[in-house]
């Protein structure tokens, strides 16, 4: 089992950067895919960015892509998203979670964080 728990989140002013880590407990956190997905209020939960289990592919939602950076440190048991040129439609909680598979589809993600806010304003 992997747990998973963000941080990073806060207020930013557009433009702005920000930086979120997702810190796993467990020996098998480098088994697994990673990826990070969003939810504003109201809103279904979106994906964002995944990372293979060695971290050597990634996929990006075309919302977010050329702006936001996912990485991974297998050594720290820990997993990164870098937001860069933020906008005020960025602002969600977001969450992290980890998959067995490479995917961009929520439902194969097997454990979740608790998630963290981001909020972007204008």
């Known amino acids: 089992q992997v747990q998973l728990v963000e941080s990073g989140g806060g207020l930013v002013q557009a433009g702005g950067s920000l930086r979120l880590s997702c810190a796993a407990s467990?020996?098998?956190?480098?088994?697994?895919?990673m990826g990070w997905f969003r939810q504003a209020p109201g809103k279904v939960r979106e994906f964002v960015a995944g990372i293979t289990s060695s971290g050597n592919s990634t996929l990006y939602a075309d919302s977010v892509k050329g702006r936001f950076t996912i990485s991974r440190d297998n050594a720290k048991n820990t997993v990164y998203l870098q937001m860069s040129s933020l906008k005020p439609e960025d602002t969600a909680v977001y969450y992290c979670?980890?998959?067995?598979?490479?995917?961009?589809?929520?439902?194969?993600?097997?454990?979740w964080g608790q998630g963290t806010q981001v909020t972007v304003s204008s």
């Open positions: 467990g020996r098998t956190f480098s088994r697994y895919a």
């Open positions: 979670a980890a998959s067995i598979y490479f995917s961009k589809n929520l439902d194969r993600y097997n454990y």
